[in-house]
C-alpha cells in the first residue's frame, strides 16, 4: 500500500474471519501504525462504516436506475460516486463515532 499510494490511504478492515485471522493482525500492527484491532472496534456496526451508511446506499440508489447488464456495470455505477459523496461520508464518521459513545454504544441512528 505505501509502495503505490505513499501515506495518503485510510486502510479500513472488516470483521470476515480471514481479516481477523491471526497473521492479518500481526502484519497490520507491524506494518499499519494507526490500526484499530479488532478488539477496539464494534463486532458489527454499519453505522459506523462509511461504506455501509452512505456509499453503498447510493451506489444502490444508481444501480435501480439502469439495467444491469454485466459487472462493468455495476463498476461504471461505483467509479460514477462523486468524490464529494465519498469525502461527506468520510466526514460524517467522527460525529457518528462521538454519537455512538454517547449512546454508550447502543442503538444512535435516531441521534444523528
Not at 77 to 85: A, L
Not at 95 to 107: A, E, N, W, Y
Request: proline share 6%; charged share 25%.
Amino acid at each position: 500500500m505505501h509502495s503505490i499510494l505513499g501515506n495518503e490511504f485510510v486502510f479500513q478492515q472488516d470483521s470476515a474471519p480471514a481479516h481477523r485471522a491471526r497473521e492479518t493482525i500481526e502484519l497490520l500492527r507491524r506494518d499499519a501504525p494507526d490500526f484499530i484491532s479488532p478488539e477496539q472496534r464494534p463486532p458489527n456496526s454499519p453505522d459506523l462504516n462509511p461504506v455501509d451508511y452512505k456509499n453503498w446506499a447510493t451506489m444502490q440508489e444508481r444501480v435501480y436506475q439502469i439495467m444491469l447488464t454485466n459487472y462493468e456495470c455495476l463498476l461504471n455505477v461505483w467509479s460514477s460516486i462523486e468524490q464529494d459523496v465519498i469525502d461527506a461520508s468520510i466526514d460524517q464518521w467522527r460525529v457518528r463515532l462521538k454519537t455512538c459513545v454517547r449512546s454508550r454504544s447502543g442503538h444512535f441512528e435516531h441521534m444523528l
